[in-house]
């Protein structure tokens, strides 16, 4: 049933942190406007807000952002600031109003949230990220309990709060070397009554706190994500002012499946056969509507590219879709490689032989060793490289 949550529940407002993807489809783009329609039409008094995430195009967000209004969908892409000139210099004031969205449900209560897209480096004004990002949230919530005092805060922001649990294997959400966007939140006093959160894809509460959480992706976003937890939280104001969080968990449409399930990878044949008793068939050649994305395991040294095509044609007449094909290769074993030697300190690393070094990592990236002509290769390049320095 479309919209249940909101007919059912009743909500007064639905809080979405961040689109997927820079470039939407143009059919993405409508059925991202369809649902906001039907679900203004289908429930009138419902206030909806979105911001924009580190993948998104802020200002393609932003952009319809005056009609949307009318409709009560706020849309926050930018954070809006003026040149503010000094007699030494000047400096960006930050329109922190512009982030403030006061809202009164159907009772009468009242609810300031403060809508926080994701900042980017030349938002927070700091060589320190998160440092920039942590000044900016606190002013913003300070500003807010000044304006609206004795009214509950509720803040959407879109960061890596210290100490979240982040899928490894994800590149959506490599986190920069050094932790240096990691933003502390367990010593804010002043904090937000309820802070919900976007970036981090799993659905956790955040570290050293009991007033902020993730809620989670509503979709996987990679197969990284296969196992997690997908829904939306209704969060509900207690008459004491506290706030309850309950889930209302579900399965997506298209669950993303891996064969074979368990870590080893399998010979085509052996695949075939799974692909055969697992996958019900097409109906009349054609996708049913709980289809299944799938990533198939294979055995690399026991597959040929025809056995692979004939793993593909079969999948073609199963209710599935195909995203990838993991090729796999049977562990290596660095230690038999021949010239590698132990590391001790920084010394055996500068007197060691490039080589070796290039050798070394192109076995651990692409689990097999070098070929006898990409070392001669890489051995021509490290000579002609240091006859340029002699030379220089």
């Known amino acids: 049933m479309k919209h249940k949550p909101f007919t059912h529940f009743s909500a007064d407002r639905l809080i979405y942190v961040s689109f997927c993807a ?4 143009a059919a993405a783009q409508s059925a991202y406007y369809e649902f906001l329609d039907e679900a203004t039409q289908a429930c009138p008094d419902l206030h909806i807000i979105i911001t924009a995430g580190n993948h998104d195009s802020a200002s393609r967000l932003e952009a319809p952002r005056a009609l949307l209004t009318r409709q009560r969908v706020e ?5 809006h600031r003026t040149w503010q000139q000094q007699e030494e210099g000047g400096r ?25 897209p994701f900042l980017r480096s030349d ?11 942590t000044d900016l949230l606190r002013q913003l919530t300070d500003r807010a309990r000044e304006l609206y005092p004795e009214t ?58 009991r007033w902020a959480r993730y809620t989670g992706s509503i979709l996987p976003m990679s197969f990284a994500e296969k196992d997690y937890r997908h829904g ?61 994305y799938l990533v ?15 793993l593909h044609a079969l999948v073609e007449t199963k209710n599935a879709v195909l995203c990838k094909t993991q090729r796999v290769i049977d562990d290596i074993d660095l230690t038999t490689m021949t010239g590698q030697e132990e590391i001790h300190s920084i010394d055996d690393i500068l007197n060691r032989d490039p080589l070796e070094t290039l050798k070394e990592t192109f076995a651990i990236k692409h689990n097999a060793e070098m070929t006898a002509h990409q070392e001669q290769m890489l051995r021509h390049l490290i000579e002609t490289i240091h006859t340029d320095q002699e030379k220089a």
């Open 123 to 133: 938002v927070v004004q700091n060589n320190c990220y998160s440092q920039g990002v």
């Open 92 to 116: 960006w004031v930050i329109d922190y109003e512009d982030l403030m969205i006061p809202l009164t449900g159907r009772t009468g209560d009242r609810v300031v949230v403060l809508a926080v």
């Open 232 to 292: 939306v939280d209704l969060v509900t104001t207690e008459a004491d002012g506290r706030w309850r969080v309950d889930f209302l968990e579900y399965e997506p449409q298209h669950p993303l499946r891996i064969l074979p399930e368990t870590d080893e990878a399998m010979s085509p044949k052996k695949l075939q056969k799974i692909i055969k008793t697992t996958l019900p068939d097409r109906v009349d050649g054609l996708l049913g509507d709980d289809f299944v």
């Open 22 to 25: 820079p470039y939407p489809s």
């Open 75 to 79: 849309v926050r892409g930018h954070v």
């Open 296 to 310: 198939l395991k294979v055995k690399t040294e026991k597959a040929s590219n025809d056995e692979i095509k004939a």
């Open 152 to 209: 509950p805060i509720v803040m959407m922001a879109h960061m890596y709060a210290k100490g979240a649990d982040i899928a490894e294997r994800d590149a959506s959400e490599r986190i920069i070397i050094g932790g240096q966007e990691e933003v502390e939140m367990g010593d804010w006093e002043n904090h937000p009554d309820y802070l919900t959160c976007g970036h981090i894809h799993k659905r956790q509460h955040i570290w050293n706190t």
